[in-house]
């Protein structure tokens, strides 16, 4: 194969770098231009490892804080807790007199509920409906005592009854 150039490999690698005594070879000059950008490059990314660093380290400081921060409204409203547990064992009954009248009172309901019965099951007509013939001193002072009326005395019909 014929050679096109007559100047040895050597030589044609030189580059003139200004000085006539100071020759560089262009291997040289590459090698030094590429360590320059490796070293910028380096310098770059240990500037965003720093800085990753100290997001991290920010990131973790700041979810310590809330995590005990958490604990503490945790403790917080499990001694509220435990001290409505022990409150609620604390309470004492309602008193005796409040007992009795609360039995008095379902003892009248149960009483009323047979005379009650036909117009809650929705079978007789209710008390109000049936026009009194006996009118008599106990009707007023009932009325005007704010209490309802009695329920009408029970009619015998030939109805099935309701269970």
């Known amino acids: 194969m014929p050679s096109f150039c007559a100047i040895d490999a050597s030589t044609s690698r030189r580059w003139f770098?200004?000085?006539?005594?100071?020759?560089?070879p262009l291997e040289q000059m590459e090698l030094t231009s590429k360590y320059e950008q490796i070293l910028?490059?380096?310098?770059?990314?240990?500037?965003?490892?720093?800085?990753?660093?100290?997001?991290?380290?920010?990131?973790?400081?700041?979810?310590?804080?809330?995590?005990?921060?958490?604990?503490?409204?945790n403790r917080t409203l499990l001694q509220d807790l435990e001290n409505l547990e022990q409150r609620l064992r604390e309470a004492q009954?309602?008193?005796?007199?409040?007992?009795?009248?609360?039995?008095?009172?379902?003892?009248?309901?149960?009483?009323?509920?047979?005379?009650?019965?036909?117009?809650?099951?929705?079978?007789?007509?209710?008390?109000?409906?049936?026009?009194?013939?006996?009118?008599?001193?106990?009707?007023?002072?009932?009325?005007s005592?704010?209490?309802p009326p009695r329920p009408a005395p029970v009619r015998h019909t030939n109805s099935p009854k309701r269970k």
């Open 17 to 24: 770098s200004g000085n006539e005594d100071n020759f560089l």
């Open 40 to 73: 910028e490059r380096r310098g770059a990314l240990l500037e965003q490892m720093e800085q990753r660093r100290l997001q991290l380290k920010d990131h973790r400081s700041l979810r310590r804080e809330k995590s005990e921060a958490a604990r503490s409204r």
């Open 93 to 143: 009954l309602p008193s005796t007199e409040l007992q009795k009248l609360e039995q008095t009172y379902w003892a009248s309901v149960e009483e009323s509920l047979p005379a009650w019965e036909q117009v809650l099951l929705g079978e007789g007509p209710h008390g109000t409906d049936v026009q009194s013939d006996a009118v008599g001193p106990k009707a007023k002072s009932r009325r």
């Open 145 to 147: 005592k704010g209490l």
